[in-house]
């Protein structure tokens, strides 16, 4: 922004003036179809657990706007090479975050098959449905399973694309943490504390990577996904209680990450994906 010099005459003198101190910006030109569509040419998308959900809508996402996606899961690898087949350019690669070889092993093989990684999107996670009531069905070994995956596999796999998503200076994380990391709630204590570390992960790393890479998070609600498929009395309640009177799909969830990778004047932000849930 230019700016225009002030004279040395007193507030009060200039009080009458007519003077702007800021010259006028024009009007941003719209962008074109063509220019939506490749939001993303040339930059390749790892998305961790993508065989289907949150994960398997953003791939589709991001495809359609000319991003090399690659999916991944632990298990589910029919999905997943469908999933990638039915993308141009994407490729599968099947590896379990909680474990650190095959953590670091994805993104080595995500590199040496595409040969940078622009964005990385921290999707892959677990659960156990337990009442937040019954303390002894949440043992240390849910504790440590959920955690194993949604804690320390979203670690492991950013810090070993980190120097690859800084090699591209403009490289991005996003993770996808959950309303319940932020209010008292959720399928099980140990999830909504796991998600609860990814949340402030996700401003320590943003705090700690600029200005090379960018770091956010959402943070959904109930999602209509096949976890959610029999969770019928959540989604009544949440029909009935949130402003937008309905459960999340997966695809406004993808819109959400896609929007946070677009705004590159973004990071160290945790936004709540509920339909105005949180706002009840």
Known sequence: MDTVE??????GENLGQTQSYTRPM????PASPLTRQSAFRGQTVLITGSSSGIGA????????????VVVNSSRSKEAGLALAADLPDASYVQADVADEAQARGLIDQVVARHGRLD??????????????GDLVGASPDVWRRIFDVNVIGTWQVTV???????????GQVVNISSVAGERPTGSSIP????????????RLLANTLGPDIRVNAVAPGLVDTPWTADWDFVREFVTAQAPLQRTATPEDVAEVILGLARSEYVTGEVVIVDGGLNLR
């Open 160 to 170: 070993a694309a980190v120097e690859h998503l800084r090699a591209t200076r403009h």
């Open 119 to 132: 964005i990385l999107v921290n999707n892959a996670g677990t659960t156990e449905v337990i009442s937040h």
């Open 26 to 29: 024009s009007d941003p030109l």
């Open 6 to 11: 002030q004279d040395d005459r007193s507030h």
């Open 57 to 68: 809508a953003t791939a589709r996402l991001f495809a359609a706007l000319g991003a090399t």
């Open 191 to 202: 999830y909504a504390c796991s998600k609860a570390a990814v949340s402030h992960m996700t």
